[in-house]
């Protein structure tokens, strides 16, 4: 249950429920409902005494703010029937987080009050904040827990308090920890054959298939009492894992493409350059978000502007003329141009038609030319994309990359430095 | 009320419950309670015959999908008192849809079933998608509204079918209608005492200034009974406000700076280069993302390794000697190379240090220089932005926007095309 009328007038997305659902999920508890109630004392204990009908407890975030929080917990301490009180151990904890802060006047009575608690409750620090968060126990064992809506204060408190309580009263299940394979270059359908055998024989660790844009991920789930345990579950089936799907795998868990190909192309020892036309500079950007990008990206020419292809990449006028602009041979030439002009290993190029304007019967929005270049060879593909401008662009973006990988990850055509 | 056990597992924030509270907000109705279920006919009906004890009626989104449907629509027929029964117009409308985007094979069962209402309901139409909302009403008058959970579905059909319907059985109050000025280059303090007198003398419309990072919004808000009659309150007071703060306003409500900047750019005729470093074709891509933008837009060079400077901008090895890449020299050599190479009227080059590594005591992380080549000038900025590399570029490359605006917003030296 979240607690702020800032929540009911639509001023705030309540970003507390999931987070909380997402760890009670992960340790096996089943949440029936979420609400989201305003600072109204009559309205709130309804809830809570409704909620507590049909199950053996609620969590809830927020109402504990100085000027409401008298209102939560009175509803909360009527509904579990007990009354409220000063918890001493906690107002002192206030005390010296306002001396710590070099406060020196006296604490004020909004700031003492958040030191008064339900009768009994157990108490859940709150190091990040001054209001405690804490568990109310009604007579039958149902609880009511509250904790800060702020998340800073909210997060720790729920993974390192209110966790390990609900732990050790209800013998929590495992918590289930992750680990992420990201691939491309593999369809799902043929990802899932490679690795089907193991989904049927395995019951902990589990693994799922799941396709994104251009993306498909192996996610492998273990249960298990920590991080440790499970690392020791999920090992030999990554192993294998990476034994049945090779290459196609380009990193794990918060790894992006383009993290994992600055890696191997400076690992490699290769330099790459960009040719761009629909992509405007957007497969560049990519590459220089990832720190470390300077020892292999050198640069790029956006040739936006037809006449440009010709001036600063070398497509010669015929080309442009015969095929069009967007065209597998200008791709190509302006993947060839770019890295005899900057002197690298490898090059991307992009042309294309984002929209809205410029398409024609034999040449559909979203018509899409990607090509690399590396030695003597130049790749390329035709993509149609279907979308917006914005998907349009987004997509080939994506797909470049998806290209290099597929390329960097052939053993028999991998690129080598000019020895 | 969102349903969905996706939302109960965490898995999904829930944004749809705060557009909808706002929405209603606007029109003066009261939300008491948000509430999340998942796809579970039991306890759907149940929280349904609960809320329409407590409220006048409910309002849900999501589970309207293909395979959970039938689901929420039993449980939302049962609740009202009713049941369900094909409506022919919403079965031919999913034909119609299905027929403009080309299939040709009969309608399988499960769109087929979206067609299935509750009695008696009122139809709410979906040009968005396949599955129609509807409002179901009880015999005391309460009601019952559901909407798809696609954000792009929901959100026409919220403005465009369910608000008009609710003003016309309750009598709404009037909506607050908005209209926001985006302005960039004065500090929010001059901006407030620029307009401080209009703000004591409204009432309605009332105003309102919005800092952001690098732009500062006035929005308008009138409280009207439609959207002509709130533009009548507007007008005044924006022209008001545009004579107030001048050329500083680049846009208004979704128009972005870099939209701004193409259609006026556009109107006069210039076109614009990009010379690109520590931005590494972000300012080029942000550019793109404009339709139309290929009229002003002819290209640019991304010089991320310093030997590109020179080779393809003509900065001389001298200068990057003396001054090092990221300077006020450099930067100025860049954007009057990339002017000269490409042609046209104006550039702008980027040069600076994003980190993690890079800095020294004389220049430290975060340090950008940015230039904006015209005519025989060039105007350099020196800014030391906080943050991670993320924030740096993202904020050197809507810095080197600002600053364009500006110059283009300076009445005496507005670029002009050669003669």
């Known amino acids: 249950m979240t607690i702020g009328t800032e929540i009911l007038l639509g001023h ?48 809830t975030t927020g109402g504990l703010g100085p000027t409401v929080d008298d209102l939560t917990k009175d509803a909360v301490a009527s509904a579990v029937g007990t009354t409220l009180e000063l918890h001493e151990p906690s107002l002192r904890a206030i005390e010296a987080r306002f001396a710590a802060l070099g406060r020196t006047t006296p604490l004020g009575e909004n700031n003492r009050r958040q030191a008064i608690l339900p009768r009994a ?65 593999i369809p799902e359908s043929d990802l899932d054959a490679r690795i089907e055998p193991l989904f049927r024989r395995l019951e902990n660790p589990k693994i799922a298939v799941l396709a994104h ?49 600055v890696r191997v192309l400076t690992q490699r020892g290769l330099t790459l350059a960009t040719a761009e036309s629909v992509t ?53 030439a302006m993947a060839r141009g770019v890295r005899a002009r900057l002197g690298t290993n490898l090059s991307i190029a992009s042309t294309g038609i984002a929209g809205p304007s410029g398409a024609s019967a034999e040449k559909p929005l979203g018509l899409v030319f990607l090509a690399i270049a590396h030695d003597d060879e130049v790749e390329v593909r035709r993509i149609t994309f279907p979308g917006s401008r914005d998907d349009v662009r987004r997509r080939s973006i994506i797909a470049a990359l998806n290209l290099l990988w597929r390329l960097l990850a052939k053993e028999e055509t991998r690129p080598v430095p000019p020895t």
């Not at 909380?20 to 309804?46: C, F, I, K, P, T």
């Not at 568990?135 to 827990?145: I, N, Q």
């Not at 690392?231 to 493409?257: H, K, N, T």
């Open 12 to 59: 705030l997305v309540d970003t507390n429920s999931s987070e909380v659902a997402r760890a009670l999920a992960d340790h096996g508890v089943d949440v029936y409902q979420m609400h989201s109630v305003g600072d109204n004392a009559a309205r709130l204990e309804a809830v809570l005494r409704g909620a507590l009908e049909r199950a053996d407890g609620v969590i």
């Open 121 to 185: 409750c157990v108490v859940l620090e709150n190091p990040n904040g001054t209001a405690p968060g804490f568990v109310a126990l009604r007579a039958d064992g149902k609880f009511v827990a509250c904790m800060p809506g702020v998340p800073r204060e909210l997060r720790p408190m729920l993974k390192e308090r209110l966790l390990p309580w609900l732990a050790g009263r209800f013998g929590l299940q495992d918590a289930i920890y992750t680990r992420t394979l990201h691939t491309v270059g």
């Open 213 to 261: 844009d251009f993306r498909v991920d192996v996610k492998i789930m273990a249960k298990a009492s920590d991080r440790a345990a499970a690392d020791d579950l999920i090992a030999p089936v990554e192993a294998e894992l990476r034994e049945r799907i090779g290459r196609g795998i380009f990193g794990v868990d918060d790894e992006r493409l383009e993290d994992a190909l």
């Open 280 to 332: 405007g500079g957007g497969i560049s950007d990519t590459l220089v978000r990832v720190p470390g990008a300077s020892k292999v990206f050198r640069g790029g020419i956006i040739a936006y502007d037809d006449s440009l292809k010709t001036s600063l990449l070398g497509v010669e006028e015929t080309l442009l003329r015969a095929h069009g602009a967007v065209s597998a041979e200008v791709a190509e």
